[in-house]
């Protein structure tokens, strides 16, 4: 296929898929999609690498004998892989690139770290950079598709070094401590607690999983607070204040402070985002 058309996807749209906006430019092609509840996208496949981010809901998605859980915030490449999708009971929105193999070639000089990675849920900070191509993606114009080429390559950058660190292998003891923390994001915890839960002496945990992670359990914690956030202000109609305590933020303005130093954006863009 020639570099200054649509990298390739399979069209066969089911009428279940909204898309929202959508951009095709020289070996790129990027959508924002919403698909209705208990709806199905029959096997389909993809002539070039690509990668989705999960923008609210979830769905099923099976290749072969695979199935994979993908919920709000996980991120997910493809290398050309057939797949068919289930989408849950509530619906779905995502945020999908597709880049021609050339272009994918110019932006990632690693490609083999993508590629080993492809067809896994990964979830955590990789979030936030996947949500930076979304909001790139929301304010390139007709005219420009600079910030978005460059926020996926700081995507895929970002992807390498989580990779480096070993961040999406398992690792029995730190596994039980994180699996801890995001089944309970907003409780007050105690660095002995969950040491305990992970079955090392707190210090060696807290230098484990820095650096695993890059950062400190604490704001392991914030990010995953706003993670929860972010969740709520796609599915409910809550007030922004309500979530920020309920996450455990001092105040609405604390709450926006890191909401933005986390994701790039205010609750209020983001929210209003969804709500189009």
């Keep these: 296929m020639a570099r200054n058309g649509k990298p390739g996807e399979d069209r066969s749209v089911p009428e279940a898929r909204h898309v929202r906006k959508e951009i095709c430019r020289a070996g790129l092609h990027a959508y924002e999609a919403a698909y209705d509840p208990g709806s199905r996208l029959p096997e389909h496949g993809h002539s070039a690498p690509f990668f989705t981010y999960v923008l609210h809901g979830s769905y099923v998605e099976s290749a072969g004998h695979k199935e994979r859980q993908c919920s709000r915030g996980a991120v997910i490449f493809h290398d050309r892989e057939s797949h068919q999708n289930l989408v849950g009971p509530a619906g779905t929105a995502s945020f999908n690139v597709e880049l021609h193999p050339e272009l994918w070639r110019e932006l990632i000089d690693d490609s083999h770290v993508i590629n080993a990675l492809a067809g896994r849920v990964l979830q955590g900070d990789i979030e936030w950079s996947a949500l930076q191509v979304w909001r790139e993606f929301l304010e390139t114009n007709a005219g420009s598709t600079l910030g978005i080429e460059e926020s996926v390559a700081w995507l895929c950058e970002a992807t390498r070094r989580a990779q480096a660190r070993g961040a999406f292998e ?42 695993r992670y890059g950062h400190s359990m604490g704001e392991y914690l914030r990010r995953r607070r706003i993670a929860w956030a972010c969740g709520r202000l796609a599915s409910t109609d809550q007030s922004i204040t309500s979530i920020a305590m309920q996450a ?24 209003a985002q969804l709500a189009r």
Excluded at 257 to 263: A, E, G, K, L
Aim: charged share 25%; hydrophobic share 35%; proline share 8%.
């Design 170 to 211: 398992p690792r029995e003891r730190l596994d039980r401590c994180v699996s801890y923390l995001e089944a309970n994001p907003l409780e007050d915890h105690r660095l002995a607690n969950v040491a305990q839960i992970a079955g090392v002496h707190p210090m060696h945990l807290a230098k484990l999983f820095r650096r």
């Design 248 to 271: 455990g933020f001092a105040d609405h303005p604390h709450f926006t402070r890191t909401f933005v130093r986390v994701t790039g954006c205010t609750p209020n863009w983001y929210r």
